[in-house]
């Protein structure tokens, strides 16, 4: 067992007991993760952040009674997932009264996190089930075990598109 996941059980466990410095050790060893999954998915700084705020609302509402199966960051996929979506539907109800002044007023990343990454063209022409497994994979550096706890499907069908995913990869790139 690793070090990192003997310290996320550790920290449960002391959570479930009701330490207070434990739900914030597990926030600052996982916001940064928890941000930048937000970020891709909602391409927006400011609903990234209430991503974050959302899913470590839901992650810490499982205390005390919480039971760590594999991994914090596999439980936290889907949440954070799932509350993106929710953010971006959200947000398509709303349209701003001038869109293009509120862009000149934004501040500057440096970079537009709605351009997409050599990663993300690389991946584009796969099914949506195999793009997320290699995401999770290669993107977020999950393991196998923790993709299939994360997405609710077996092992065996993790390990599969993975395999078809590379595989069609190399096709492409041969």
């Known amino acids: ?73 596999a439980f936290l996929y889907p949440v954070v997932r799932h509350t ?8 398509r109800r709303i349209v701003p009264l001038n869109a293009a002044a509120m862009r000149a007023e934004a501040p500057s990343l440096g970079w537009d996190p709605g351009a997409p990454s050599d990663f993300d063209r690389t991946i584009a022409g796969l099914p949506e089930e195999q793009r997320e497994v290699v995401r999770l994979r290669f993107g977020l550096d999950l393991k196998l075990e923790e993709i299939a706890e994360a997405l609710g499907v077996p092992l065996g069908t993790v390990k599969s598109r993975l395999h078809n995913a590379l595989m069609a990869l190399r096709e492409t790139a041969g």
Not at 84 to 91: C, E, F, G, M
């Open 84 to 91: 993106a979506i929710s953010t971006l539907r959200r947000k």
């Open 1 to 73: 067992m690793s070090a990192a996941r003997e310290d996320d059980r550790t920290l449960v466990a002391r959570a479930n007991a009701g330490d207070a410095a434990a739900f914030t050790a597990l926030y600052r060893a996982h916001r940064d993760w928890v941000y930048g999954l937000s970020l891709r998915l909602v391409r927006d700084r400011d609903d990234a952040l209430d991503v974050v705020q959302e899913s470590f609302d839901t992650l810490f509402g499982k205390f005390p009674g919480f039971a760590l199966a594999s991994s914090i960051r």
